[in-house]
């Protein structure tokens, strides 16, 4: 039952956030939003916060939702096009103020990233606590406040200025913010709204930094009474019943709860989470539609050896077209099998033919093909010219599309050879 359940539940991807404890390094993720994720129909999947990480992204897949929460500033130089106006006295300050915040994590910063740029590439349902709205909000092209008392606070009058973060009352602290009307702020404390007749409500927040400038495609959805943006979203990847979710919320409604109980302070509280999952199970229901195989045919004995001498000439064809090497004399026999079987086969179309000869997999003239494979040496020079100029971080995102495309191909080929055997044996 359990095996069952852990193939039926959808994924939501949650980023450790690390700390030292007996001189040893330990991740970990609150327990609260682990709860709210379970409790709701999902299976959290911790990522650790491990050098190397970002380049193992992949191995997590199939990734149907994202949540990413509290941790350390994200580096400035990934969003401070017009660096703030701080002294250097300044800046010393805020590390010392903020200590435990202010240690930048770079390989954080790189996992959470890429996440938050998969989610927006795929449409993948991604909820953003704290630091995560700020993750979101840089992956966009926003940009952040370094320290909101430096730089937003001290512009105020007094009775305008807010206490975004309360080191010895965490849980307790709670400030008002203004939540805009018809946003999904408002539909999920609407009760609360009505009952107090007014549109605040009372939050919980640990931060010194936050929005400045809101990316492009998002929309505020509450204010604090200093202006900075405590939600945010993005109405057109917003429809939970069809997998649709793309939210950042500054504040903690998994945190608003009276003092010794988990009574929440509002019923709206939990409904981030709670609509969040709905997405993210609308997304894998529709992952799982578009990917669905049937079940193949079952093969007797004699043409299922058949089947398989064929899948290793092609598979032999792609791994040279993919080496660009020569190929050993005494192994080109092995590619008749594919030629042949190719030659003799009607039922294969123009566009499949050609198709599968883009992916080099197909043989029908052994020498021109093996012409095909030599490497234009020129290109190759200019090539390693342009990618000695990248960057660490751009070379390993070109070698993980690579790895993914070719990871793809070789399942759509095995997919549709398949097809073409039960379509000769039928």
Known sequence: MAAELSVVLPRVLIVSRRTVRKNKFVDFVG?????????YGAVPVIVPRVTGVHMLLESFEPIHGVLLCEGEDLDPSLYDDEPANLSAEEIEEIRRQHASDTAIDKEKDTIELRLAKLCLERNIPYLGICRGSQVLNVACGGTLYRDIEKELSRNLPQ?????????????????VVKIIENTPLHHWFKNSLEEYDKMEIFVNSYHHQGVKKLAQRFVPMAFAT????????????YNPEEGKF??????????????????FDYPGCTFAYQEFVKAVVAYQKKLSSSTTVQNPIKLNQEMEKKRKIIVRSFSLARNIYE???????????????????????TALSIQQEERLIQMGATVRNGSSYLERLKMNEEREGIARKVMSKMSVEQLSDLKSFYNMMGQICSEILERKLQDIVNEVAS
């Open 246 to 263: 793309i939210m950042g919320l500054q504040f903690h409604p998994e945190r608003m709860r009276q003092s010794d109980t988990d009574e």
């Open 226 to 237: 200093d202006g900075l943006i405590e939600g945010f979203y993005d109405p057109d990847a």
């Open 323 to 345: 080496g660009g090497h020569q190929m050993n004399p005494s192994k080109e026999s092995d590619l008749d099998a594919g030629a042949e079987f190719l030659e003799s086969n």
């Open 159 to 175: 009775n305008q200025r807010v206490l975004h973060i309360d080191y010895d009352n965490y849980d307790g602290h709670r400030h």
């Open 31 to 39: 327990e609260y939003h682990l709860d709210l994720i379970v409790s």
